[in-house]
């Protein structure tokens, strides 16, 4: 796809990748202005229900619109990076990759400090600070004061600090803040009006026990502290996809570690839940295939999460690894309302370990795996609401 001549453009609007060609559905309002006023009320509900109906499958139905905004300065790109929004300047903070011989040839993998920024005005990545320590694998979320990055990972360990990061007047301000009860990377959270949940990860390297524990930090609160909810019901899982809409936090998909054949593997998971604090867990409609390392938070679209990548575990342990050809490029959506998953088209270049970043009237997508191992420095875009 033609990349876009500046961000501007791609603000405004994005180019479409994979157009279904559906026809958007008219509004309930105009639909209803077409029924005779002789009709009995029954009659009436029946079709408001219908042009509601109606309505909420026109976002179903429209394509996503998909864009590039300019590459990572890092040629080979990063996996597990943090991202979030400061003021009007998207960050791309820390991340990992393999910068001398690939993983399968015994490469050693490298963990990043680097803090990057970037503006609609210059329309170009630059390098604003560093992080505390070489960091990734942790959660990112944006909140009015900043990004905020929670624990994550380096060569040797799990860390469960917490730090708030601001770009103003041209620099970078780090800040810490309460630091989760337990060392934590490959989990997922999203934050919930103005209280932060975490779920999933592991305390330490090397994928042997994922944990069940599930964290909330109440931002508004005076003296903010960690407390641990209800466990998910489900495993314990690493590397789910979290999303938040309303009162409520999402968890989906990810992977169980569990024993087979002596050894611990990777279990992919395609279960989804919902947490509300006056209601607790509740099961949702599974998946219909298994999602793990998904950009996360869910880009939402109307009434409807999207999981835009990640890894299913079709071809976990494929060989040679040199040849893997990607991870799944088949967009799922889930319908809040219907309580129903639906397919959604395809993204142009699925990526897995890497964050989703509300920017601009765009989720941005920035670097992140394109298959075991390969780093991708593309940044990908999609429009939050479709043009149609």
Known sequence: MEKMANLQQAVAGAQVVNPRGAIRAPGWHSFLRTIPHRLKPPVLLSLFMVALTLGSSAVANEPLH??????????????????????????????????????????????????????????????????????????????GQGLIIIGGSDADR?????????????????????????????????????????????EHPGEQAAVSQVFSLALAEENPTWKQVPACPGKARILPVAAAWK?????????????????????????????????????????????????????????????????????????????????????LAYDVNGDRWYRHGEVPAPRATVPAVYWQGLYV???????PGVRSPEVWALAARSEL
């Open 158 to 202: 799990h860390y469960g600090e917490v730090y708030q990061l601001n770009y103003l007047d041209g620099k970078l301000l780090v800040k810490n803040l309460p630091a989760l009860p337990l060392p934590l990377a490959n989990a997922a959270g999203a934050l919930v009006g103005s209280t932060i949940y975490v779920a999933g990860g592991s």
């Open 247 to 331: 009162n409520a936090f999402y968890l989906f998909g990810g992977a169980a570690l569990e024993a087979t054949n002596g050894k611990i593997a990777r279990s992919y998971l395609h279960d989804a839940w919902r947490y509300q604090p006056e209601l607790g867990w509740q099961r949702l409609a599974d998946l219909p295939k298994p999602c793990v390392a998904g950009p996360t938070p869910a880009p939402k679209v109307g009434e409807d999460f999207l999981l835009v990548g990640g890894d299913d575990g079709a071809l976990a342990g494929f060989q040679p690894p040199e040849r893997h050809p990607g991870f799944p490029k088949l967009v």
């Open 365 to 371: 997508i920035p670097s992140g795996e394109m298959r």
């Open 66 to 143: 998909w864009s590039q905004l300019p590459p990572l300065p890092d040629a080979l790109g990063v996996a597990g990076p943090f991202a979030g929004v400061s003021g009007d300047t998207l960050l791309v903070a820390g991340g990992a990759n393999f910068p001398g011989r690939m993983p399968w040839e015994g490469g050693k993998k490298v963990w990043h400090d680097e803090v990057y920024g970037l503006t609609a005005k210059t329309n170009r990545w630059v390098q604003v600070g560093k992080l505390p320590r070489p960091l990734a694998y942790g959660v990112s979320i944006t909140t």
